[in-house]
């Protein structure tokens, strides 16, 4: 039985691809800290709370498990506080990283799956973002996950330390079984939020701006479903062990939804009407991110299942009616 261990395990993706990594038959150990994630959230694993910059902690985690490959979800993820508290933002994000890489090194552990985003890019030059973009990113959150992306190739040259680095672009919805969903505290992200508005958790969702230079004029984004995160996952571990070399995959549908489509979607799929204010645009926010991921498709043979914004609202709305009302 191969042995994973997932860092991170108690969060929003990290808990999703915990549960589809064992249903694919993995043994799993989770660490993390439950400073953003949640302890129930973890699903038949073996479960250590800690942190990935604590090195005496993984040296006795390397020591008592024999892992095969580290799959990367502990880090911070909120842009705006990251140009609030850029030192945390380094600190947890390049420098806890460094910690947890220069332990696999130690433990002979040489595959790595690395949580990296569509931040690393910047404000695009050019859509959809194939993997050669220029990477500019435009604030310390997309910094951080740039810088680690670099460090990773030169320990693979050096260290022979094997890395896929997948770049979300933004993920949402739920496990299909209503069992996981997406919890931040706070939430800030767009699909949660206004399904809380439909559920009544939250008196209204704000759009933040009405002028950009789209069709309606609101931000056009790139939905990929948290499961289809989860097969590309999968599909990473494969390829590292095919290929034992780096690589790094835009993971997106391809397909742009504006904020005014989506809310749009949230009422249709789930019937309830709810009230939406326009606010002012939010700092740092590009108009337009859509992902070219047909490299992924290639190598990795990744297959998304859920490219329709309506499925991924409706499993999100699932859990949200599971669980909060
Ligand atoms: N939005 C609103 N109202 C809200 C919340 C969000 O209008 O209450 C808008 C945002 O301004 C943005 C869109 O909805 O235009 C999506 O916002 P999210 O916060 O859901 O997601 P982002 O696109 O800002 O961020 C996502 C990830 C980040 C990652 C980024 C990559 O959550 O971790 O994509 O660019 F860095």
């Not at 994973?4 to 800290?33: C, M, P, Q, W």
């Not at 500019?136 to 320990?155: C, M, T």
């Not at 933040?208 to 069709?215: L, S």
């Not at 498709?297 to 991924?312: F, N, S, V």
Request: net charge negative.
């Amino acid at each position: 039985m191969t042995t994973l261990l997932i860092t991170g395990g108690a969060g929003y993706i990290g808990s999703h691809n915990v549960k589809f990594l064992r249903a694919k038959g993995y043994e799993i150990v989770v660490l993390d800290d439950l400073s953003r994630g949640f302890a129930d959230a973890v699903t038949d694993a073996t479960f250590i709370n800690g942190n990935i910059g604590d090195a005496a902690l993984l040296d006795r985690l390397f020591s008592a498990h024999r892992i095969d490959a580290v799959l990367n979800f502990a880090s911070f993820i909120q842009v705006g506080e990251s140009v609030q508290h850029p030192s945390s933002y380094y600190l947890n994000n390049v420098g806890n990283t460094l910690v947890l890489l220069d332990a696999m090194v130690r433990h002979d552990v040489t595959k790595l799956v690395f949580s990296s985003s569509a931040a690393i890019f910047g404000n695009p030059e050019y859509s959809p973002i194939d993997e050669a973009h220029p990477k500019a990113p435009i604030n310390p959150y997309g910094r951080s996950k740039w810088i680690v992306e670099q460090l990773l190739q030169d320990y693979d040259a050096a260290y022979g330390l094997h890395s896929v680095c997948l770049r979300y672009f933004n993920a949402a919805g739920a496990d299909p079984e209503a069992l996981l969903g997406e919890r931040h505290e706070p939430e800030t992200h767009l699909v949660p939020l206004v399904l809380q508005a439909a559920s009544g958790r939250r008196e209204h969702i704000t759009v933040f701006g009405t002028d950009y230079p789209t069709e309606d004029g609101t931000c056009i984004r790139d939905y990929i479903h948290v499961e289809d995160l989860a097969q590309a996952h999968w599909q990473a571990l494969r390829y590292l062990d095919a290929h034992r070399r780096s690589a790094a995959f835009n993971l997106g549908n391809g397909n742009g939804y504006s904020i005014r489509q989506v809310i749009d979607t949230v009422r249709s799929v789930t019937g309830r009407d709810f009230r939406v204010e326009f606010g002012p645009r939010r700092a740092g926010d590009p108009s337009v991110l859509v992902a070219d991921s047909r490299l992924a498709r290639q190598e990795l043979g990744w297959t998304p299942q859920y490219g329709a914004l309506d499925d991924i609202v409706r499993h999100a709305w699932a859990w949200e009616r599971k669980h909060w009302q």
